[in-house]
Every structure is written in C-alpha cells, then in structure tokens.
C-alpha cells in the first residue's frame, strides 16, 4: 500500500513550456486536491475532484487545468508555466465517507519556473 | 470567506518542556472541523490531531492535545514533553464541514525548534 504518490519529485521549467504532474492513490479514495505551497502562505488548493470523471476549481486555479480520468489518478497541467508557478505541489486524497474525513498527503513536487 | 492565522511564524522549546502553537480562524459556519498537520523537513504533511466543532471536549492524542475555544475561534496546539523529532512546520487547517467536499483553509504555518 503505497498511499498518495506524486511524479515527478522535482522538475525545472522554462518559461512557456507545459509539463504534467502525476498523482496516483491506491487507497479508492473518492475526493482527490491538487495544493501549491508557497512561503509564508501555507498551503493553497488550486483544484479538486470529488470522484473519477468530475473537477472543480479551487482557491487559486488560473494558469493550472486538471483530469481525472480514472479513480486512482488525478492530474494537475500547466499549459504555459510562468516563473509565479514556481512552487512546491501537494496532492492529497481522502475517502470521504464522512464530514471529517482526513487528508492523505503525497510527498510533493517541487517545481521551479525559470 | 472563511480564513485561518498562525500569527507565531517561529517558536522554539527545550526538549521535555511544553510549548502551545496559536491558530485563530474565522467562519461564519457552527458546523466545521479543524486539523493541525506537521511538515517535517522531508516534506511530508502529516496528520496531528483534529477537533469536530460539535465536540466541546478537547482532542488529544498522545503529547499533543488541543485547547478548542469555539466562542472565541481560537484552536491551539499543545505539545508536552516535547522531543527532537518534533522539530517542524506546523500548520493549522480549517474544513467546512458538510458539502464543503473537504476542502482545507491552511494557515500560515509555524516553524517549531526543539533545542537539546
């Protein structure tokens, strides 16, 4: 049991090109979050999903498109990266079967815009 | 909109001491829950400890217990006894609760040293 994993760990961009990040859950999690953490800002949800086939945006979502074809997959695309998006990126997952379901973090991408 | 604060961006502690972590949060909901997640340096966020609103009596797990005031919107974290291993980020989160689908409001985050 793996848990939330996320690919790759880290990646350098240039300014304009498009890349996908890769979270994968082994756990049938129904709700999966894509979340960007920035210093001294915590940690912010861009998109989620709350079952295979559905996506919803979140606090910060522009710049970022997501998919969700396949349950245990959820993928977070940056069409034209620009150095804002310089960050480190969380997934998470969570079954949802109640109000107070926990989140399941994945060990994060960092990703740097240059 | 619902917001969360950690207005302590460092604290620090002497190993086997007590320290408290302050969270204030703001939310016009009477049904909601909070988490407090550490963020060692390898990154990981995990789970601490979590407080239904509806619950009055405090959460604790093991060293770590929470101080819930729903009145005043304060959610601290106390950690007895504290240990090397706890050296950290710590953040404090917000869930709305039923149809919010889980999304998480994170505060700033507050960066613990535990001194030998």
């Known amino acids: 049991n793996a848990g939330v994993t996320q690919t790759p760990k880290f990646r350098v961009l240039k300014t304009g090109q498009s890349m996908t990040l890769l979270c994968a859950q082994d756990m049938n999690h129904e709700y999966m979050y894509w979340y960007r953490q920035d210093p001294g800002m915590g940690l912010r949800l861009i998109h989620y999903s709350v079952g295979e086939g559905t996506t919803a945006k979140g606090e910060v979502p522009d710049g970022y498109n997501v998919s969700r074809l396949k349950k245990q997959n959820f993928l977070l695309g940056l069409e034209s990266a620009a150095p804002s998006q310089t960050s480190v990126y969380f997934c998470?997952?969570?079954?949802?079967?109640?109000?107070?379901?926990?989140?399941?973090f994945g060990p994060g991408t960092r990703l740097t815009v240059l | 909109a619902q917001t969360v604060t950690q207005s302590q961006p460092e604290m620090s502690v002497q190993e086997a001491e007590t320290v408290t972590l302050s969270c204030t949060y703001d939310t016009s909901e009477s049904d909601y829950y909070l988490f407090w997640y550490k963020q060692p340096p390898s990154r990981q966020m995990i789970l601490v400890i979590r407080q239904e609103a509806y619950k009055q009596q405090n959460a604790t797990e093991n060293r770590f217990s929470v101080n819930f005031q729903k009145a005043a919107k304060s959610f601290s974290l106390k950690i007895s006894d504290s240990q090397l291993g706890d050296a950290a980020m710590y953040f404090c989160?917000?869930?709305?609760?039923?149809?919010?689908?889980?999304?998480?409001?994170f505060g700033q985050g507050t960066t613990l040293q535990v001194k030998p």
């Open positions: 998470a997952s969570s079954p949802k079967e109640s109000d107070a379901d926990t989140q399941y």
């Open positions: 989160a917000y869930d709305g609760g039923s149809g919010n689908t889980g999304k998480l409001i």
